[in-house]
């Protein structure tokens, strides 16, 4: 019955490899979104995808590409990782743009450790 | 651009003492506001939310009053729990030329002591 879910939900890995993470939702949702949550537990906005389609992409390393193989699944892809991007990476979704004031739905997150 | 402030923790608290988590926020629009809470080891979850002016959002207890006039939106809670104990953000949602975009808050991280 899991909303929001995210695999896998821990990753340790050396610089420079690079990995992935998936993510799924089945709430129905047209928006996905992407966040990183830094250790002192801000959390800046990384992707936002509207049915498919890129729609927000902040100020991210280009080593970072989100892929949208439909409107359930938005996964990250993470090229040649760096130290710094260490951190806990979340996904979320919500209804569309404007929909129920644009409430979002959290996965549990995935914490990336470069080693 | 849109912001959100918070006030910095962490609080602590003693069981059963009354709550506010100040929040106020900058917007070109008319956003709507959420409080989300992120107990640990979890991702965040709804808590609460508003989607115009006076509008007072509530749950388990929490509580907050969109404030358009002073720009706020803060959380009370009567009495909290030891089970209340996480970190808790506010947050905007407004509309920009590319759709809507969530702004958050750093964050108030809350201890409660039995």
């Known amino acids: 019955d899991t909303a929001v879910s995210q695999t896998p939900k821990y990753l340790v890995t050396q610089m420079g490899n690079d990995k992935s993470i998936k993510c799924e939702q089945n709430l129905g949702h047209d928006t996905m979104y992407w966040y990183k949550q830094d250790s002192k537990k801000f959390l800046k906005i990384m992707f936002s995808y509207n049915n498919k389609e890129l729609i927000i992409n902040e100020t991210v390393p280009n080593r970072f590409s989100p892929k949208s193989p439909d409107k359930a699944h938005l996964n990250l892809h993470i090229n040649s990782l760096e130290l710094g991007d260490s951190a806990v990476y979340f996904c979320?979704?919500?209804?569309?743009?404007?929909?129920?004031?644009?409430?979002?739905?959290f996965g549990p997150g995935t914490r990336l450790t470069v080693l | 651009g849109d912001s959100v402030t918070q006030m910095e923790g962490p609080v602590t608290l003693s069981e059963e003492a009354f709550l506010t988590i100040n929040c106020t926020y900058t917007a070109t629009g008319y956003p709507s506001l959420f409080w989300y809470v992120q107990y640990p080891g979890e991702g965040l979850q709804l808590l609460l939310k508003a989607t115009k002016a006076d509008d007072k959002g509530s749950n388990k207890g929490f509580e907050a009053t969109y404030r358009k006039e002073t720009t706020s939106f803060h959380l009370e809670k009567g009495s909290v729990q030891v089970s209340d104990s996480a970190v808790y953000f506010c947050a905007l949602s407004d509309q920009w030329t590319g759709g809507f975009k969530t702004i958050f808050g750093a964050g108030t991280r809350l201890f409660v002591k039995a």
């Open positions: 979320a979704s919500s209804q569309g743009p404007g929909q129920g004031g644009n409430e979002q739905f």
